[in-house]
Nanobody, 120 residues
Framework: VQLQASGGGLVQAGGSLRLSCVVSGGAMSTYGMGWFRQAEGKEREFVTTISQNSDKSQYAESVKGRFAISRDNAENTVWLQMNSLKPEDTAVYYC??????????????WGQGTLVTVSS
């Protein structure tokens, strides 16, 4: 299973970005999907996760109300809509496939990451 994340870039504070993650080599419908991020010099942290049939989702407190995760199993794609971005959201964002959890160890497959930079 391979994951390809895209959509990162440079945005001003208060702006929006939409990240995409395409899953290939396996049926995304069998996996919970998650987004994690890692800022320079910091450990990777949980952002959000969504269950296989989209009935459950969970967000980190730092992004709750600003970010939204969604998925389309027919397109093997998961998205992360990021609104009201802050400089502290600057990080490399990773998508992951596995059991829907806020813990990285429950994920079996990881994308390569896409860089989001929020300027003040």
């Amino acid at each position: 299973v391979q994951l390809q994340a895209s959509g990162g870039g440079l945005v001003q504070a208060g702006g929006s970005l939409r990240l995409s993650c395409v899953v290939s080599g396996g049926a995304m419908s069998t996996y919970g999907m998650g987004w994690f991020r890692q800022a320079e010099g910091k450990e990777r942290e949980f952002v959000t996760t969504i269950s296989q049939n989209s009935d459950k989702s969970q967000y980190a407190e730092s992004v709750k109300g600003r970010f939204a995760i969604s998925r389309d199993n027919a397109e093997n794609t998961v998205w992360l809509q990021m609104n009201s971005l802050k400089p502290e959201d600057t990080a490399v964002y990773y998508c992951a496939a596995g059991a829907p959890s806020n813990a990285s160890e429950w994920y079996d497959f990881w994308g390569q990451g896409t860089l989001v930079t929020v300027s003040s």
